[in-house]
């Protein structure tokens, strides 16, 4: 996906008043202003109790589900390719919120990890650096997150 694809797909939810917000790899570029890497996919954490309205969205613009992990995660395809990986979040009074995990895990959103960057000179909202560190915790990292990392780590100093 590109970033013009990614920022149409922002307008789209705008548009429809869903909330939802740009993580992974292009959640990174997005803080940092730059595209930096190639990217498989767009992650998105998204309101879960909007997440009806966005699949139906999605399926309008040509989207189907090709792994229904739910309510952890999905991810929806088009047939030109493009994949998105929607992860829902059940939000608290105070901002925060929560993500479901495999087996009972959870995965906290706190009420500062929600931000806006820049994707093709265009503002977009996405998971902030803090959120995004946070995220990069607890497991070995691969290539691609030594990557992120690094460029999180300059985006903060």
């Given at each position: 996906?590109n970033?013009?694809q990614?920022?149409?797909?922002m307008d ?5 008043q869903?909330?939802a917000?740009?993580a992974g790899?292009w959640?990174v570029?997005a803080?940092?202003g ?6 498989g996919d767009?992650?998105l ?6 997440q ?8 309008r ?5 090709t792994?229904d992990?739910?309510?952890?995660r999905?991810e929806?395809?088009a047939?030109?390719g493009r994949r998105?990986d929607?992860h829902p979040?059940a939000f608290?009074?105070?901002?925060s919120?929560v ?8 995965f ?8 806006e960057?820049s994707?093709?000179g ?5 998971l902030?650096v803090?959120?995004?560190l946070?995220f990069?915790?607890g497991?070995e990292?691969?290539?691609v997150?030594?990557?992120?990392i690094?460029?999180?780590r300059?985006?903060?100093?």
């Open positions: 996906m970033g013009d990614v920022t149409a797909l789209e939810f705008a548009v429809h869903l909330r917000w740009i790899g959640a570029d803080v940092v730059r595209q930096t890497r190639p990217h767009l992650d954490a998204v309101d879960a109790a909007q009806d309205e966005l699949f139906a969205l999605l399926s613009l040509g989207f189907t589900v792994v992990w739910l309510p952890v999905a929806l395809t047939p030109d998105i929607v979040v608290r009074p105070d901002g919120g993500q479901e995990g495999l087996d009972g895990t959870t906290g959103y706190a009420a500062d990890g929600f931000a960057g994707i093709d265009r503002r977009v909202p996405c902030s803090a959120q995004q946070r990069r915790e497991y990292p691969r290539a997150d030594h990557h992120d690094a460029l999180l300059q985006a903060v100093s």
